[in-house]
């Protein structure tokens, strides 16, 4: 692609628009995924008795561990959402933006 294309993806509103979509949606994941953290880390710090009680009397398994297995498989969760969008919603609006600017 030259300049002349470059600079009609730019100007063209629907590119904006695209941008502005994706970026808005990664920081709402990112939000997420940074509070769950956070929350995590709290819990950590103010209630360690509670993520070290055991899940029942027989257990040798705490609360720490499945909700420590929790916070790493919403990272996945939340990068899949991230992914089907992208491939799904994100990629319509490009193959658009590029049809569009290469007539």
């Given at each position: 692609?030259?300049?002349?294309?470059?600079?009609?993806?730019?100007?063209?509103?629907?590119?904006?628009?695209?941008?502005?979509?994706?970026?808005?949606?990664?920081?709402?994941l990112s939000a997420i995924m940074l509070g769950m953290y956070v929350a995590f880390i709290l819990l950590i710090a103010f209630e360690p008795q509670l993520l070290g009680t055991?899940?029942?009397?027989?257990?040798?398994?705490?609360?720490?561990?499945?909700?420590?297995?929790?916070?790493?498989?919403?990272?996945?969760?939340?990068?899949?959402?991230?992914?089907?969008?992208?491939?799904?919603?994100?990629?319509?609006?490009?193959?658009?933006?590029?049809?569009?600017?290469?007539?």
């Amino acid at each position: 692609m030259n300049d002349s294309i470059y600079k009609r993806i730019e100007q063209n509103p629907q590119f904006q628009e695209l941008v502005a979509k994706r970026e808005r949606f990664a920081w709402i994941l990112s939000a997420i995924m940074l509070g769950m953290y956070v929350a995590f880390i709290l819990l950590i710090a103010f209630e360690p008795q509670l993520l070290g009680t055991r899940i029942n009397a027989d257990s040798p398994v705490t609360w720490g561990i499945p909700l420590g297995v929790g916070l790493i498989v919403s990272a996945f969760v939340l990068t899949g959402i991230y992914v089907k969008r992208a491939n799904g919603e994100f990629d319509r609006l490009n193959k658009a933006i590029l049809d569009e600017v290469q007539k």
